[in-house]
């Protein structure tokens, strides 16, 4: 008897669990959200992981491009999908950050035009190299290595220590090295440049968040530019992604600008990157 009570149990439970996931892939089927070479469940968890990315990377100025590639990486999304994803999803979250920093007084054009200046023509070179297969899976994680580094271990701001004037040799090499890399992976290179303002002095924090933040715009419209009709890649699921994206990141500039510190959820994103690098290095892809 309890045999066949503990196999009823179990079978309640798997019907329970398929009638589940039927419900929400005919939700996603319905509204054609679902991604072509994802599951309907992947799909959803891709709008999740979305939302949570703009809303903690939107909080220190940054568009999240390292979060929706590591996202698009653990589940398996194509580069070509993902990267004009990315520089897409950029723009709406990093605009969003360059409009509340500057409105709270966080930005400074002196420091922020030379950097521009030597990243968008680098954005739009890189992005007209197309890396495939094992090569951009290399590329990809080494940068999200060395993103999640920066994001969870950077330099923090340092009380009491005046800033220095900008180096303009420096700040072309640094606007143009980070500007390539954004064309090349996706990545809008605001992980990078924070806390390499931070490390030189040149700003403090939030300013070094609010000048990220129109940095990443300018060289994801640049790399965008440069990928021409591939940056065109329509999937219906891309207005749901941006409409959460929107909300999270007017929800992480809110409190990004007037209230938190975020060093626990920065290290805990760095491990995510460096999953979703371990997966790259692994599996070519």
């Not at 799909?43 to 996202?71: E, N, Q």
């Not at 072309?172 to 390539?180: A, E, K, S």
Request: hydrophobic share 55%.
């Amino acid at each position: 008897m309890r045999g066949r009570a503990g196999d009823s149990g179990s079978h309640l439970k798997n019907e329970r669990r398929k009638s589940r996931n039927s419900f929400i892939s005919g939700c996603f089927a319905w509204l054609d959200l679902a991604v072509p070479e994802l599951s309907a469940m992947q799909s959803l968890l891709l709008v999740v992981a979305i939302a949570a990315v703009a809303f903690l990377y939107s909080s220190v100025g940054h568009g999240g491009a390292t979060g929706y590639l590591a996202a698009a990486a653990l589940l398996g999304l194509s580069p070509g999908v993902a990267r004009p994803g990315a520089l897409w999803m950029n723009c709406f979250v990093a605009g969003i950050a360059v409009w509340r920093f500057q409105r709270a007084g966080f930005f400074d054009s002196k420091i922020f035009w030379p950097l521009a200046a030597a990243s968008i023509p680098c954005a739009w070179l890189g992005s007209r190299l197309h890396l495939e297969g094992g090569s951009h899976a290399l590329v990809l994680a080494l940068a999200l290595i060395a993103a999640g580094w920066f994001l969870g271990w950077g330099r923090r701001e340092q009380a009491d220590v005046p800033t220095r004037p900008v180096a303009l040799p420096l700040a072309l090499l640094v606007g143009g090295g980070l500007g390539f890399l954004a064309g090349l992976t996706g990545i809008g290179g605001g992980v990078f440049l924070t806390p390499l303002l931070i490390f030189l002095h040149w700003t403090p924090a939030k300013v070094a968040g609010g000048i990220s933040a129109l940095f990443i715009v300018v060289n994801s419209m640049a790399g965008l530019a440069g990928l021409g009709r591939a940056a065109l890649v329509w999937q219906p699921v891309f207005v749901a992604a941006v409409l959460v994206g929107i909300a999270g990141a007017l929800l992480g500039t809110h409190f990004g600008v007037t209230r938190w510190r975020t060093d626990i959820f920065r290290r805990s994103l760095a491990v995510v990157l460096w999953i979703a690098a371990g997966k790259l290095i692994l599996t070519g892809k």
